[in-house]
């Protein structure tokens, strides 16, 4: 049985540094998954099939970007439960959020397999991939109970203060993964559709085992499942609704940076999109210590034990800081030889290069903000991240991309996000400083 941690004593330094590593490993798994996806499909069924799954991919971030924030309210809620010692709210808690999510899963597999071609269709898909694309689509919909399931048990366990035991659930995954994407599209010849299955049979056998182990170990307390109270649902629903928005506020985000992006042209278009995968790897360890301070900040927020909660942002602020400092340092001497990895057009690696040169020694104050956030967050104060994330996004970091890149080409991309990251880590310390986060009250006395 894996060890589960109570962050209201004990050194938080090394709590934070033994609690994060295994979260830290798991997104990388998580990473790897989408990755040997695209790397069987590219390579055995070609450009047509990687691409109809990179569309079919995109609508399904949308409903992942939500199911990560109904458990960012999981998380927040239940650590805080776990900090007041409190068996039969966390009992109460658990047996809604696990109501809520069934429903809505179920809710969401039926429309989404109903209307899958319709949402392909309106992100303008090209028919030579409109049919591969809804397969993959319908497929995954299908599925997606076990994509909600296998996501939800990762956040109780961590909740709890138990990081291992999600890294295994996802290790099975992964590698059933890597065993299934060939074994179903080459061997079974299933094409496409074999890919989809792939993914949906790993994640459920993942699922399955996961939801066994768990009840098995008794590690959470899991009960025979019944309606939840009014209370409850508005609770989940109030902390859940604004978390799922703040993924949408970045994709969205995102989205317009990369509009920004296309007007230099394919080269720099295809510089950019290497370097931004470099970025999703880079920013793991900031991404694995946001959710770590979230959990261990949780459990003391649930016992009032703010100046414990004080300590917890200020080891977290300097762990993240030196740990993306020094990621950063290593990207600006390595730049050439990462987008290389990726591509090998003159005019991309040279811009890639120079993106990542300028913008990995922002990435420590892009982790001031995962941190910060991270605290926010872990006393419900679901609708400030959200705001904050609106600032971030949509008043700095957008607008900032657009104005240094007319006036100074395509350069100014990299120097007006490396901007708009110091900026807006300056808002996440002046409303962790000043704003009235702490006076969040989730729970009736």
Same mark, same amino acid.
């Given at each position: 049985?894996?060890?589960?941690? +109570?962050?209201?004593?004990?050194? /938080?330094?090394?709590?934070?540094?033994? *609690?994060?590593?295994?979260?830290? !490993?798991?997104?990388?798994?998580?990473?790897?998954?989408?990755?040997? +996806?695209?790397?069987?499909?590219?390579?055995?069924?070609? =450009?047509? #099939?990687?691409?109809?799954?990179?569309?079919?991919?995109?609508?399904? *971030?949308?409903?992942?970007?939500?199911?990560?924030?109904?458990?960012?309210?999981?998380?927040?809620?239940?650590?805080?439960?776990?900090?007041?010692? &409190?068996?039969?709210?966390?009992?109460?808690?658990?047996n809604a959020f696990v109501v809520i999510l069934t429903v809505i899963a179920v809710v969401l597999g039926v429309v989404g397999y109903q209307f899958s071609e319709q949402f392909l269709k309106l992100l303008g898909t090209p028919d030579v991939m409109l049919e591969e694309a809804n397969v993959y689509l319908q497929i995954n919909f299908l599925g997606i109970l076990f994509l909600f399931g296998y996501n939800f048990i990762s956040t109780v366990m961590r909740s709890l203060g138990d990081s291992k035991t999600p890294l295994r659930f996802v290790t099975i995954a992964v590698i059933l993964n890597i065993i299934l994407d060939p074994l179903l599209i080459r061997t079974f010849n299933?094409?496409?559709?074999?890919?989809?299955?792939?993914?949906?049979?790993?994640?459920?056998?993942?699922?399955?085992?996961?939801?066994?182990?768990?009840?098995?170990?008794?590690?959470?307390?899991?009960?025979?499942?019944?309606?939840?109270?009014?209370?409850?649902?508005?609770?989940?629903?109030?902390?859940?609704?604004?978390?799922?928005?703040?993924?949408?506020?970045?994709?969205?985000?995102?989205? #317009?940076?990369?509009?920004?992006?296309?007007?230099?042209?394919?080269?720099?278009?295809?510089?950019?999109?290497?370097?931004?995968? @470099?970025?999703?790897?880079?920013?793991?360890?900031?991404?694995? !210590?946001?959710?770590?301070?979230?959990?261990?900040?949780?459990?003391?927020?649930?016992?009032?034990?703010?100046?414990?909660?004080?300590?917890?942002?200020?080891?977290?602020?300097?762990?993240?800081?030196?740990?993306?400092?020094?990621?950063?340092? /290593?990207? #600006?001497?390595?730049? $050439?030889?990462?987008?290389? @990895?990726? /591509?090998?057009? $003159?005019?991309?690696?040279?811009?890639?290069?120079?993106?990542?040169?300028?913008?990995?020694?922002?990435?420590?104050?892009?982790?001031?903000?995962?941190?910060?956030?991270?605290?926010?967050? #872990?006393?419900?104060?679901?609708?400030?991240?959200?705001?904050? &994330?609106?600032?971030?996004?949509?008043? @700095?970091?957008?607008? *900032?991309?657009?104005?240094? =890149?007319?006036?100074?080409?395509?350069?100014?991309?990299?120097?007006?996000?490396?901007?708009?990251?110091?900026?807006?880590? !300056?808002?996440?310390?002046?409303?962790?400083?000043?704003?009235?986060?702490?006076?969040? $009250?989730? *729970?009736?006395?």
């Open positions: 049985m894996e060890k589960q941690h +109570d962050f209201t004593e004990g050194n /938080i330094v090394k709590q934070l540094f033994v *609690f994060s590593g295994p979260i830290i !490993l798991t997104n990388l798994l998580q990473t790897s998954y989408q990755f040997i +996806d695209s790397l069987w499909v590219g390579n055995l069924l070609g =450009a047509n #099939a990687l691409g109809a799954i990179g569309v079919a991919s995109t609508i399904f *971030f949308i409903i992942l970007s939500f199911i990560i924030g109904l458990n960012n309210a999981a998380l927040t809620i239940l650590s805080q439960q776990k900090g007041k010692d &409190n068996h039969l709210g966390l009992k109460s808690y658990l299933w094409g496409v559709e074999g890919a989809a299955y792939a993914t949906v049979l790993s994640q459920g056998i993942a699922f399955i085992y996961g939801l066994f182990h768990v009840l098995h170990k008794k590690l959470a307390p899991f009960s025979i499942p019944s309606l939840p109270s009014r209370e409850e649902i508005k609770l989940i629903l109030n902390l859940g609704i604004p978390s799922g928005l703040q993924m949408s506020v970045i994709s969205g985000g995102s989205a #317009a940076i990369m509009s920004v992006v296309t007007v230099f042209g394919s080269g720099v278009v295809a510089g950019f999109s290497s370097a931004q995968r @470099l970025d999703s790897l880079l920013m793991l360890p900031a991404h694995a !210590l946001s959710t770590a301070v979230s959990s261990m900040a949780g459990q003391n927020i649930g016992v009032k034990n703010w100046k414990r909660v004080s300590d917890i942002s200020k080891y977290g602020i300097l762990y993240n800081f030196s740990v993306m400092l020094l990621i950063g340092i /290593i990207v #600006a001497f390595f730049a $050439e030889y990462g987008v290389e @990895l990726f /591509i090998r057009e $003159e005019e991309a690696v040279e811009f890639g290069t120079k993106y990542l040169q300028i913008i990995a020694l922002c990435y420590p104050f892009l982790g001031i903000n995962f941190i910060l956030n991270g605290i926010v967050r #872990a006393a419900g104060a679901m609708y400030q991240v959200l705001v904050l &994330n609106i600032i971030s996004f949509w008043v @700095l970091r957008y607008p *900032f991309t657009a104005l240094f =890149a007319m006036k100074f080409g395509e350069i100014g991309i990299a120097i007006g996000m490396g901007l708009s990251f110091m900026i807006s880590s !300056l808002f996440a310390i002046l409303y962790y400083r000043f704003g009235k986060w702490r006076e969040k $009250e989730l *729970f009736r006395r």
